[in-house]
């Protein structure tokens, strides 16, 4: 640190606000949305047991991290047009979802899921410190292993899916699959022409951990996913990105298991941090289509068209291009506006269409909505239900 | 321990400069909080081989703590002696390791959620010290350039975007001969304003002729270095234990002699160039990444009066693991890619460069190589607006940096 390295900054709600109030009026503008409050009154949420045990909910991290300048921002447009032209019509749109929390992937992705923002160690292989949203809904609902699930892009994320809090824990949680450890069981360790796919840990580019793979993960395969390796190895050939491997099993998960909770994480787009901005505008496009991808599969899904809510919203963002601590679009480490302040949309059974809420929220109040609207109690969470979504 | 415990004799593993320097500032130590002489001492440490620059802004920071009574002390760090910090912080051996002290109460902070008042704190304390400090004007204003997009044949997609509103944007550049045009002119201001690392030229690829004038880094000359590193990291990461922050700091320590760097040769250069490996992420496997990020530090570090940047073609993306094995000599190339990165990369050029103090008489020019597509910035052009006129290199530069 010295003293070079500061300039008045923009004060962080202030520029939090800004940003939110950028991506409302470019949605007004673009997409021909709504202004939120000017609609607030009864509910569009269908209430009821019935309705309930048929809910089906889809949570995408649009992972991991994106800027609004790539995105939401008028600049940014032309990389998400699925979302803006697609998606964002049909959806509720929230401007401004600060993350207050640490700003590494893997633990702010548990904080997501469990609605405290976890302290854990970003790089290890230890499970969330709070229930997550996956134990809550299970324990609380009474409902089997098959009905959550989540679908995670690397190593650091297989322990996921369930806290080991006393009274929640082992065997309460979600199954987790990994598809990169699906491919390399797949190819028994020599994934020659399937390298692409397993790329992983982008935080720290050059630590390359070997991909773990084995029995467990081809019998998940061929009993869950009722896949066969030669199928999975066809498919995996066509496929660009971990990514697309990933909505790839998501969607053979909803076909095979119609899970009640599915969670995605996306991780493309942590490319950034080998400093290739090309490559990192080239995953922030897929994504985008992917998310476009998985919404057309749930309407194609008997079990899910209809009844079926989706939440996309990236775990955090990137620094801003005027932070001197930090260098750009390339990292997330300086904590800046930038980095904390993100969107979610939310569409589909329930949520009223083309709607843009700027008010602030918490990424921890995903959790008590879900809680909410699913019909258990998150009582450990910390964040607040978002009463637009009930 | 905490500052105030600080003794002189606790810095003989110092550098003989660095040592010096701790010694006459010793008392202003004391009185500071541990959340703040860590970060201080990670900077003096390497004070020895650091850029002249980088020098007279260390001796200027201690000589303003050091004037200050110890009222306007308690003021200046109210904020940062608010921040908790743990036992387990006050026992790491902050004198002789303070850059590990800095990473681990990074995490510290992050985890305790006192990051942003840290930010804050560290934000408040800039804006005093560059209240305080006085800059003498650079003997010319600085001048940036950045060539991007070698070996593209074409490109239909707007270029230049985050910076035509701050210049004027030139459609018909004469492109013959550009980059000899541009290295000549750098080269005649290096000669007629000779600074020590004052005049550099940084390649993403084979670096053209220049004379010793320049201070020069590029990709291809590191090369060596990258093979080295990259099969020091290879090793390391087979060994039980080792996890991305470890391994972070693992390179953090690495030294020149650790990469095959003789004693020979300027060592505060060669230092440089090691850290540019060891502590930028993607510099060991995009070329672009090296140019855009070697771009930042020295205008970070060096403050130089002109910095010539020329962005070369990155290999394809590749699995991580194929990236560093570093075994493909004739790697596919990603040329599209390469200028979509380059031109995010000149813009952060001219934001590194614009943090500098001097900024309002600088310039700046930015050329599609090859093609009549160019970019300046400077006092006396106008912003947001477009240019007809025909100009070689060599004349658009006189008109951007007078």
């Given at each position: 640190m010295t003293a070079s390295s500061f300039k008045t900054p923009i004060p962080a709600h202030e520029l939090a606000r800004h940003l939110g109030c950028s991506r409302r009026d470019f949605l007004r503008s673009t997409a021909g949305l709504a202004l939120g409050t000017a609609l607030m009154g009864g509910s569009p949420f269908v209430?009821?047991?019935?309705?309930?045990?048929?809910?089906?909910?889809?949570?995408?991290?649009?992972?991991?991290?994106?800027?609004?300048?790539?995105?939401?921002?008028?600049?940014?447009?032309?990389?998400?047009?699925?979302?803006?032209?697609?998606?964002?019509?049909?959806?509720?749109?929230?401007?401004?979802?600060?993350?207050?929390?640490?700003?590494?992937?893997?633990?702010?992705?548990?904080?997501?899921?469990?609605?405290?923002?976890?302290?854990?160690?970003?790089?290890?292989?230890?499970?969330?410190?709070?229930?997550?949203?996956?134990?809550?809904?299970?324990?609380?609902?009474?409902?089997?292993?098959?009905?959550?699930?989540?679908?995670?892009?690397?190593?650091?994320?297989?322990?996921?899916?369930?806290?080991?809090?006393?009274?929640?824990?082992?065997?309460?949680?979600?199954?987790?699959?990994?598809?990169?450890?699906?491919?390399?069981?797949?190819?028994?360790?020599?994934?020659?022409?399937?390298?692409?796919?397993?790329?992983?840990?982008?935080?720290?580019?050059?630590?390359?951990?070997?991909?773990?793979?084995?029995?467990?993960?081809?019998?998940?395969?061929?009993?869950?996913?009722?896949?066969?390796?030669?199928?999975?190895?066809?498919?995996?050939?066509?496929?660009?990105?971990?990514?697309?491997?990933?909505?790839?099993?998501?969607?053979?998960?909803?076909?095979?298991?119609?899970?009640?909770?599915?969670?995605?994480?996306?991780?493309?787009?942590?490319?950034?941090?080998?400093?290739?901005?090309?490559?990192?505008?080239?995953?922030?496009?897929?994504?985008?289509?992917?998310?476009?991808?998985?919404?057309?599969?749930?309407?194609?899904?008997?079990?899910?068209?209809?009844?079926?809510?989706?939440?996309?919203?990236?775990?955090?963002?990137?620094?801003?291009?005027?932070?001197?601590?930090?260098?750009?679009?390339?990292?997330?480490?300086?904590?800046?506006?930038?980095?904390?302040?993100?969107?979610?949309?939310?569409?589909?059974?329930?949520?009223?269409?083309?709607?843009?809420?700027?008010?602030?929220?918490?990424?921890?109040?995903?959790?008590?909505?879900?809680?909410?609207?699913?019909?258990?109690?998150?009582?450990?969470?910390?964040?607040?239900?978002?009463?637009?979504?009930? | 321990m905490l500052p105030s415990d600080l003794k002189a004799e606790q810095f003989t593993g110092y550098p003989p400069k660095a040592r010096k320097l701790v010694v006459v500032h010793l008392g202003t130590l004391q009185q500071l909080p541990l959340s703040f002489v860590p970060s201080l001492l990670r900077e003096v440490i390497d004070y020895d081989f650091k850029f002249p620059a980088e020098r007279a802004s260390i001796d200027q920071e201690l000589a303003t703590l050091s004037s200050l009574s110890p009222a306007q002390v308690k003021e200046w760090f109210h904020s940062f002696s608010q921040l908790s910090l743990s036992s387990k912080l006050e026992k790491l051996d902050w004198v002789n390791q303070p850059a590990q002290f800095v990473e681990q109460l990074s995490a510290y902070l992050w985890t305790t959620h006192q990051l942003d008042a840290f930010r804050e704190a560290a934000t408040d304390y800039g804006n005093r010290s560059r209240t305080v400090a006085s800059s003498e004007p650079t003997a010319i204003p600085r001048l940036g350039i950045a060539v991007i997009g070698q070996g593209v044949q074409s490109y239909s997609e707007p270029l230049f975007r985050n910076l035509r509103k701050h210049g004027t944007y030139f459609k018909r550049v004469k492109p013959e001969n550009g980059v000899e045009l541009l290295m000549a002119a750098v080269e005649t201001r290096a000669k007629a304003h000779p600074v020590p690392y004052g005049h550099w030229y940084v390649d993403g690829g084979q670096p053209a002729d220049h004379g010793p004038s320049l201070s020069c880094v590029s990709f291809q000359k590191l090369e060596p270095v990258r093979a080295a590193l990259l099969k020091n990291i290879q090793t390391e990461i087979g060994k039980p234990g080792m996890g991305p922050e470890e391994l972070r700091t693992h390179m953090a320590r690495l030294s020149p002699a650790d990469l095959g760097i003789g004693r020979e040769g300027d060592e505060v250069m060669q230092r440089f160039e090691v850290k540019l490996l060891t502590e930028g992420s993607g510099t060991q496997i995009f070329s672009t990444t090296f140019a855009q990020w070697t771009a930042r530090e020295v205008l970070r570090r060096a403050q130089p009066l002109t910095l010539l940047v020329r962005f070369a073609p990155r290999q394809r993306q590749r699995p991580m693991n194929e990236l560093m094995s570093g075994g493909d000599s004739n790697p596919q190339l990603d040329l599209t890619g390469s200028l979509i990165d380059a031109d995010m990369g000149a813009y952060y050029q001219w934001i590194n460069q614009q943090r500098l103090p001097g900024s309002e008489r600088s310039s700046f020019l930015v050329w599609f190589e090859g093609h009549n597509q160019a970019l300046a910035i400077a006092p006396s052009l106008p912003r947001g607006t477009e240019s007809n006129s025909v100009l070689d290199l060599g004349q658009l530069l006189s008109l951007a940096a007078g």
């Open positions: 209430h009821g047991q019935a309705a309930a045990k048929k809910r089906k909910v889809i949570v995408i991290t649009f992972g991991g991290g994106a800027r609004d300048q790539e995105t939401f921002a008028p600049e940014g447009q032309e990389n998400i047009p699925y979302m803006l032209h697609e998606l964002a019509p049909q959806s509720s749109f929230f401007t401004q979802v600060m993350n207050q929390g640490i700003l590494g992937h893997y633990v702010a992705t548990a904080s997501l899921a469990t609605g405290v923002y976890e302290t854990l160690n970003n790089f290890a292989a230890v499970p969330p410190e709070h229930p997550t949203v996956f134990e809550y809904f299970r324990k609380d609902l009474n409902r089997p292993s098959s009905s959550a699930w989540v679908v995670a892009p690397s190593n650091g994320f297989n322990r996921i899916g369930e806290s080991d809090y006393r009274s929640y824990g082992p065997g309460l949680g979600a199954k987790v699959i990994l598809p990169k450890h699906l491919l390399s069981a797949a190819t028994s360790g020599t994934p020659a022409d399937y390298n692409h796919l397993l790329r992983d840990n982008y935080e720290t580019p050059l630590y390359t951990p070997q991909i773990g793979g084995g029995e467990f993960e081809l019998q998940q395969m061929e009993n869950i996913l009722k896949l066969s390796v030669d199928d999975f190895m066809t498919h995996a050939r066509t496929v660009s990105s971990p990514d697309e491997l990933s909505v790839y099993i998501a969607k053979r998960l909803m076909k095979q298991e119609s899970p009640n909770l599915l969670w995605i994480t996306m991780h493309d787009i942590d490319i950034a941090h080998t400093g290739a901005y090309s490559l990192y505008i080239d995953a922030i496009r897929r994504t985008d289509r992917l998310c476009a991808e998985l919404w057309k599969a749930v309407q194609a899904e008997p079990e899910y068209a209809g009844n079926t809510t989706m939440f996309i919203l990236p775990d955090f963002g990137r620094d801003a291009d005027e932070d001197a601590g930090g260098n750009g679009f390339q990292h997330h480490r300086t904590g800046d506006a930038a980095s904390r302040t993100t969107w979610m949309m939310a569409l589909g059974a329930g949520v009223r269409q083309g709607t843009v809420y700027d008010r602030p929220l918490q990424s921890i109040d995903l959790v008590p909505t879900l809680g909410a609207i699913m019909g258990f109690s998150p009582k450990l969470s910390q964040g607040k239900p978002i009463h637009e979504l009930l | -």
